[in-house]
């Protein structure tokens, strides 16, 4: 099988000597080049074409973005950012995904104990999943357990609180899901049942998100903080670095926000947030899992649906990487693979308790 080929491009010489030692520690990659700024890596992409580049934003010379831009006008290849945990840099690094990269990861700090516990892991699968990703021009790994399951966090039950009359939609996406759900809440009406969102992402970088997201949708979107109500035209969306669970106070949902190991390898995790929603509103919800690497919410689904929710997965052609939706669909956690174009009329369909049929 062949290694995935990365290009390490960022203005710190430390920067890149870590990227290379944690990429080079899975058997899967090879680091076969490395450039201190967007200059020097077009002049190698002149002799090579890596399958993944890791990307900084702020660098000498040319920016990431002027970079990135020209890149996917020429010649696209999967771009993973590597950022700073800087809110002051979040919009910047936003902008670069709605320029075609494909995943944001955090930028290796170092003396931060139990670095190479947990971001490793959201590295490395951050690199395989925009090795499987599709990028379209525009005018055996390490293993590293152990991997929990929700029951770090809450318990399984096979009892949900009983229906109201208020529906909910919960959602969970990774690599390529950012702009994935810029299509969606761009088409949800502002009378849409309240959404939750658990998008995996970076702490600090989740703020800008729902800012974004909030500038181009009809629906009230926002960062979710402890204690928040779930209401028709709200959506949450779970801060980056802590886990989101839905919870039913008297007639009212709201959420909680919470510590906690990982789960799937993710903090927040979609199983986390999918399993309160089974156990909170059971078959008053609708669940959709959409595309990103990995398993995270596929179990999460499945429990959702066997509380009686309607539960949803996004389709290959239009995912751009189908790990987690088609691990839902092969546990039969879902009852339709739906196209990104379908999905927000299919959600409210849903709600309204209308029939899906099959395309």
């Known amino acids: 099988m062949a290694k995935i080929k990365v290009m390490v491009v960022d203005d710190s010489a430390l920067v890149r000597k870590l990227m290379t030692e944690l990429l080079s520690s899975d058997k899967e990659i090879e680091v076969i080049a490395q450039a201190r700024d967007p200059i020097y890596a077009l002049e190698k992409l002149k002799k090579m074409k890596p399958d993944v580049i890791t990307l900084d934003i702020e660098m000498p010379r040319m920016d990431g973005n002027t970079f990135l831009k020209k890149l996917m006008s020429e010649n696209p290849i999967p771009v993973v950012i590597c950022s700073s945990l800087a809110e002051q840099g979040a919009a910047t690094t936003l902008e670069a995904i709605k320029n075609g990269a494909v995943d944001i990861i955090t930028k290796p700090r170092v003396g931060v104990k139990g670095f190479l516990q947990e971001s490793s892991v959201q590295i490395l699968e951050a690199v395989k999943g925009a090795a499987k990703s599709r990028v379209r021009k525009r005018s055996k790994p390490l293993e590293i357990k152990p991997k929990n399951s929700a029951d770090v966090i809450l318990p399984q039950s096979q009892k949900?609180?009983?229906e109201t009359t208020e529906k909910i939609i919960a959602i969970g996406a990774s690599t390529g899901g950012t702009q994935a759900l810029r299509d969606l809440l761009s088409r949800m009406p502002a009378v849409s049942p309240g959404?939750?969102?658990?998008?995996?992402?970076?702490?600090?970088?989740?703020?800008?998100?729902?800012?974004?997201?909030?500038?181009?949708?009809?629906?009230?979107v926002s960062e979710a903080k402890k204690g928040d109500r779930l209401i028709p035209g709200k959506v949450l969306i779970a801060p980056g670095g802590q886990h989101m669970l839905l919870k039913r106070s008297g007639a009212f949902y709201q959420v909680d926000i919470i510590d906690g190991p990982l789960v799937s390898r993710h903090r927040p995790s979609v199983d986390v947030l999918f399993r309160s929603v089974a156990r909170a509103a059971g078959r008053n919800a609708v669940g959709c899992l959409m595309t990103g690497m990995g398993d995270d919410g596929a179990q999460g689904l499945l429990e959702m649906k066997n509380t009686g929710a309607r539960t949803f997965a996004q389709d290959e052609a239009s995912s751009v990487v189908f790990g987690m939706p088609q691990e839902a669909w092969k546990k039969g956690a879902a009852e339709g693979l739906v196209s990104l174009d379908d999905i927000p009329q299919t959600l409210l369909d849903a709600c309204m308790g209308k029939r899906f049929k099959q395309k």
């Open 195 to 220: 959404i939750l969102i658990v998008q995996h992402m970076p702490e600090k970088f989740t703020t800008a998100f729902a800012g974004h997201l909030n500038e181009l949708s009809d629906m009230d």
């Open 160 to 162: 949900a609180m009983h």
